[in-house]
């Protein structure tokens, strides 16, 4: 099992890229909000992390973003190929993580199958257990739910027992509803329909149950846990990790990383600079590692 760790100064082997790879896309195409950050092709993303890797990123999670829509989701077969193909490509050079959600599959973008403006938990955890599942013999290293419904990491870690998988869970195990998603959501084509998801995403105000999230999601099985977003939460970080002995990062979501570069792009700041100590704080906070859009743009310089 990989092993994150804080005992050192921050490093490159701390810091994880995302990567989004789009079904629909004839090239790449520029996220924005995001820098030099981009929805990929398989292709161009097989040249992006061959760069990534060059510049000492090892470390990748994987947002994959289907043409096809499902009302219930059962077909994850771009996601095969594309992971498979990934896999074959860098075998062990490379840390694949795949976020594991139905946002940017479902019909109403949603991270759960939904019923009358209701998120069908049943039918959420079947199409989740799919997903890991052809995550998984693709050549996943690690499953990373983040869908923020109750007893996920229980449901996965039951399936992965009668597979006999092995593969560690990456819960998103404290996940706010927060108005710092909006470049990804555009990305991830995953902006919600009908309903916001603030009936199951953790209300910003409340430190306790946030705490007991990840808490419970340790029980369940986890085997890291994970603050989102990262530099408005970075106070969670430290007593995680103290009631639950576990590997805890912080994800340093889109908005947080597209006001380092509006300040930057409107000479109110040194974006290297500002990046630089944004990283070092939720460092210094106590994460062990953090999943951050200019990982690659930094990791020679740790």
Same mark, same amino acid.
């Given at each position: 099992? #990989?092993?994150?760790?804080? !005992?050192?100064?921050?490093?490159?082997?701390?810091?994880?890229?995302?990567?989004? $790879? %789009?079904?629909?896309?004839?090239?790449?195409?520029?996220?924005?909000?995001?820098?030099?950050?981009?929805?990929?092709?398989?292709?161009?993303?097989?040249?992006?992390?061959?760069?990534? =890797?060059?510049?000492?990123?090892?470390?990748?999670?994987?947002? $994959?973003?289907?043409?096809?829509?499902?009302?219930?989701? %059962?077909?994850?077969?771009?996601?095969?190929?594309?992971?498979? +193909?990934?896999?074959?490509?860098?075998?062990?050079?490379?840390?694949?993580?795949?976020?594991?959600?139905?946002?940017? $599959?479902?019909?109403?973008?949603?991270?759960?199958? @939904?019923?009358?403006?209701?998120? +069908?938990?049943?039918? @959420?955890?079947?199409?989740?257990?799919? *997903?890991?599942?052809?995550?998984?013999?693709?050549?996943?290293?690690?499953?990373?739910?983040?869908?923020?419904?109750?007893?996920?990491?229980?449901?996965?870690?039951?399936?992965?027992?009668?597979?006999?998988?092995?593969?560690?869970?990456?819960?998103?195990?404290?996940?706010? &509803?927060?108005?710092?998603?909006?470049?990804?959501?555009?990305?991830?084509?995953?902006?919600?329909?009908?309903? /916001?998801?603030?009936?199951?995403?953790?209300?910003?105000? /409340?430190?306790? #149950?946030? $705490?007991?999230?990840? =808490?419970?999601?340790?029980?369940?099985?986890?085997?890291?846990?994970?603050?989102?977003?990262?530099?408005?939460?970075?106070?969670?970080?430290?007593?995680? #990790?103290?009631?639950?002995?576990?590997? @805890?990062?912080?994800?340093?979501?889109?908005? %947080?990383?597209?006001?380092?570069?509006?300040?930057?792009?409107?000479?109110?700041?040194? &974006? /290297?600079?500002?990046?630089?100590?944004? !990283?070092?704080?939720?460092?210094?906070?106590? *994460?062990?590692?953090?999943? @951050?859009?200019?990982?690659?743009?930094?990791?020679?310089?740790?």
């Amino acid at each position: 099992m #990989k092993k994150f760790s804080n !005992l050192n100064k921050l490093k490159a082997a701390n810091l994880i890229q995302p990567i989004f $790879i %789009e079904e629909r896309l004839k090239s790449k195409k520029i996220i924005k909000g995001l820098g030099e950050n981009y929805s990929h092709t398989l292709q161009s993303a097989k040249k992006i992390i061959t760069s990534d =890797i060059n510049k000492g990123v090892k470390n990748f999670l994987f947002f $994959i973003i289907p043409k096809k829509k499902q009302r219930k989701p %059962e077909d994850f077969n771009f996601h095969y190929q594309v992971l498979s +193909n990934i896999k074959k490509t860098f075998g062990n050079r490379i840390l694949v993580i795949v976020d594991t959600c139905l946002c940017s $599959i479902t019909t109403d973008g949603h991270c759960g199958v @939904t019923h009358k403006n209701k998120i +069908n938990l049943n039918e @959420t955890h079947k199409s989740l257990g799919i *997903a890991a599942d052809t995550f998984i013999q693709a050549g996943a290293d690690i499953i990373a739910p983040s869908d923020m419904m109750k007893d996920t990491t229980k449901y996965l870690k039951s399936l992965f027992k009668k597979k006999q998988y092995k593969i560690p869970i990456m819960s998103y195990s404290s996940k706010f &509803f927060s108005s710092f998603y909006g470049p990804f959501r555009n990305a991830a084509k995953s902006s919600p329909k009908k309903f /916001d998801r603030s009936s199951y995403q953790l209300p910003v105000h /409340d430190l306790k #149950k946030a $705490i007991q999230s990840s =808490i419970t999601n340790a029980k369940q099985g986890a085997s890291y846990l994970m603050v989102k977003p990262g530099i408005t939460s970075i106070d969670l970080i430290k007593e995680i #990790k103290n009631k639950t002995k576990l590997p @805890t990062g912080a994800y340093q979501v889109s908005g %947080e990383y597209a006001s380092l570069q509006y300040l930057s792009q409107n000479k109110l700041g040194d &974006f /290297d600079k500002l990046y630089k100590e944004s !990283l070092v704080a939720i460092h210094r906070a106590g *994460a062990d590692f953090i999943i @951050t859009y200019g990982a690659r743009d930094i990791a020679k310089n740790l």
